[in-house]
């Protein structure tokens, strides 16, 4: 898998969709902070250092197959915060993944789609890792992997972990 | 020979030459050469007229027109953001698939619209 790296983006989805007409399926935008990650309908995803924040460029697929992906790349996550860190995750279908009641996770799907084509398919995730405090607004409804675990957490493990299983999966309903 | 004429504003040098039976005009740079009994094709004296396609913009799937990104009379290129649609929990942006201009749009932010549903017109 190609991982390309910013410190600092604006969005690592805004910038899948600039670039992603000249990369190849499963390459990974990697943002060590955002500035203005997005959720659904535009909503703000708080993207401190620390914290893991990715989209992938998946492969040409049928707009069926990319729906069940976008489920099925929540159970990956979930099923890595329960197998690797003993954590117990709620997934809030379709994108949203909860521990103890608070969002530590969410998946972001956008299609460019040209004439009746799906030109490109991009996977955002935003998992909250190593993110020691919330701001007032979100303190109640957030948590991350450092605050449930109290230790710190290897991001690029934890990513390349993500991406294979999505791989997998992939690999089996399209 | 060797002489210019006008047409409207603009001046050209005109030269006429015979030999062996042929006849060469030069205007400006431009050469034609007659032959007795032969056609000669100079210039086309009007523009062919141009059909101007009608292009349709159609709901790839149904959804909620989440955004309108252009408007009515817009000039638009192929590749240009339309319309966000979300549907099947995933968020798409639909693209131009031509360039041209807006004639009408069928749909506003907020509407629900099924597979196929008209979205644009546009030429």
């Known amino acids: ?47 401190p250092r620390g914290g893991l924040y990715f ?21 990956c996550v979930a099923k890595i915060l329960k197998e690797d860190f003993q954590l117990e995750p709620f997934i ?35 998992l909250n890792t190593n993110i020691e405090k919330f701001p007032e607004n979100l303190k109640e409804k957030s948590t991350s992997l450092k605050i449930e675990l109290k230790s710190e957490i290897n991001n690029n493990k934890v990513l390349e972990r993500i991406v294979k299983e999505m791989k997998n999966i992939f690999e089996k309903i399209a | 020979m060797k002489f210019s004429i006008k047409i409207g504003d603009k001046e050209y040098p005109i030269e006429i030459l015979e030999k062996n039976g042929e006849v060469k005009i030069k205007v400006g740079e431009k050469e034609f050469i ?7 094709f100079l210039a086309r004296t009007k523009l062919e007229k141009k059909e101007f396609k009608e292009r349709k913009i159609l709901a790839p799937i149904g959804g909620v027109i989440n955004e309108v990104f252009v408007k ?8 240009q953001k339309l319309f966000l649609l979300s549907a ?10 031509f360039d041209g201009k807006i004639k009408k749009i069928f749909v506003k932010k907020g509407e629900v619209v099924k597979k196929d549903q008209l979205l644009l017109l546009g030429e």
Request: charged share 30%.
């Open chain 1, 1 to 47: 898998m190609r991982i390309l790296k910013f410190k600092k983006l604006d969005s690592t989805q805004k910038k899948a969709k600039e670039i992603v007409q000249k990369m190849k399926p499963w390459t990974i935008i990697l943002a060590e902070e955002q500035i203005s990650g997005y959720g659904r309908k535009g909503n703000f995803w708080y993207s």
């Open chain 2, 88 to 97: 099947m929990k995933m968020e798409n942006e639909i693209l131009s698939d």
């Open chain 1, 55 to 75: 989209s992938v460029i998946l492969p040409k697929a049928k707009i069926e197959d990319l729906q069940i992906m976008t489920i099925l790349s929540a159970f």
């Open chain 2, 34 to 40: 007659f032959e007795e009994n032969k056609e000669v």
């Open chain 1, 92 to 126: 809030k279908l379709p994108n949203d993944i909860y521990v103890r009641g608070k969002k530590i996770c969410g998946i972001l799907t956008e299609n460019l789609i040209f004439g009746k084509e799906i030109r490109a398919s991009i996977i955002g995730i935003g």
């Open chain 2, 72 to 79: 009515e009379g817009d000039f638009i290129k192929e590749g």
